[in-house]
């Protein structure tokens, strides 16, 4: 079961995602992610290594 979630589960949503997009075009929130993608991949670097910090001191 956890290989399902594991590989499975993204795979799914991955298709699902792309035939959505392909028969109803990007959505607009898509093309603003797109505008702001510097944003976006700073903020998520800087939540990865937050929560990395987190839990490496959780497990102290």
Do not use: H
Not at 7 to 17: M, Q, R, T
Not at 41 to 53: E, L, Q, R, Y
Request: proline letters at 3%.
């Amino acid at each position: 079961m956890e290989l399902f979630f594991a590989i499975g589960l993204p795979i799914v949503l991955l298709f699902g995602l792309t035939i959505i997009f392909m028969s109803d075009g990007i959505p607009s929130w898509v093309q603003q992610i797109n505008r702001n993608s510097s944003t976006v991949w700073n903020f998520g670097i800087v939540f990865i290594s937050t929560m990395t910090a987190i839990i490496y001191l959780a497990r102290r």
